[in-house]
């Protein structure tokens, strides 16, 4: 009972207060984290921006030193440390079914899919599209507007869509 209490306040309350680098940003960024703490796994100095989508939490991990900026959507993932997220970057958690031909789509229910991860020290740049299962490896760069279909390369930069490799980080 105490965790949707908790994430309808960070819904309802605390997602729409201001972000952390307005004048009395840090507190209302201690008030998300807080609010979300007694929902899913947070890590230690993190910075959630304002209107962030968790669902309800269950299957949310986050790292340490983590920033999330305004408009995320977070599904069935885990967050390494040190992963910026830009704005409205999508990280989908489940897919529909949609093999049959006996039955509309939309009734056929959603598919079973594999956690998504992104390991440490990534940045993903802004309306970036995670699909679900993939993994972003360790020091990874993925540049605005990409839509990451396949696991990455560690330490690997990479652009356009479907996401493809464009150079190694040195």
């Given at each position: 009972?105490?965790?949707?209490?908790?994430?309808?306040?960070?819904?309802?309350?605390?997602?729409?207060?201001?972000?952390?680098?307005?004048?009395?940003?840090?507190?209302?960024?201690?008030?998300?984290?807080?609010?979300?703490?007694?929902?899913?796994?947070?890590?230690?100095?993190?910075?959630?921006q304002?209107?962030?989508?968790?669902g309800?939490?269950?299957?949310?991990?986050?790292?340490?030193?983590?920033?999330?900026?305004?408009?995320v959507?977070?599904?069935?993932?885990?967050?390494?440390?040190?992963?910026?997220?830009?704005?409205?970057?999508?990280?989908?958690?489940?897919?529909?079914e949609?093999?049959?031909?006996?039955?509309?789509?939309?009734?056929?229910?959603?598919?079973?899919?594999?956690?998504?991860?992104?390991?440490?020290?990534?940045w993903?740049?802004?309306?970036?599209?995670?699909?679900?299962?993939?993994r972003?490896?360790?020091?990874?760069i993925?540049?605005a507007?990409?839509?990451?279909?396949?696991?990455?390369?560690?330490?690997?930069?990479?652009?356009?869509?479907?996401?493809?490799?464009?150079k190694?980080?040195?």
């Open positions: 009972m105490m965790k949707k209490i908790k994430l309808a306040l960070y819904y309802l309350l605390f997602s729409k207060l201001p972000n952390s680098f307005w004048p009395g940003g840090s507190l209302y960024n201690r008030l998300r984290l807080l609010s979300l703490k007694g929902v899913m796994h947070i890590g230690c100095n993190n910075r959630i304002r209107s962030v989508y968790v309800n939490g269950n299957s949310i991990v986050i790292g340490n030193n983590c920033q999330i900026n305004e408009l959507r977070l599904d069935n993932v885990e967050l390494g440390n040190n992963v910026m997220i830009a704005r409205e970057t999508i990280i989908l958690g489940k897919m529909h949609s093999n049959g031909l006996d039955k509309p789509m939309s009734e056929q229910g959603v598919k079973e899919v594999n956690k998504t991860y992104i390991e440490d020290d990534v993903l740049g802004l309306r970036v599209v995670v699909m679900p299962g993939v972003i490896r360790k020091g990874c993925i540049a507007g990409c839509i990451v279909t396949k696991d990455t390369v560690e330490a690997g930069v990479y652009g356009g869509v479907p996401a493809k490799l464009i190694m980080r040195t």
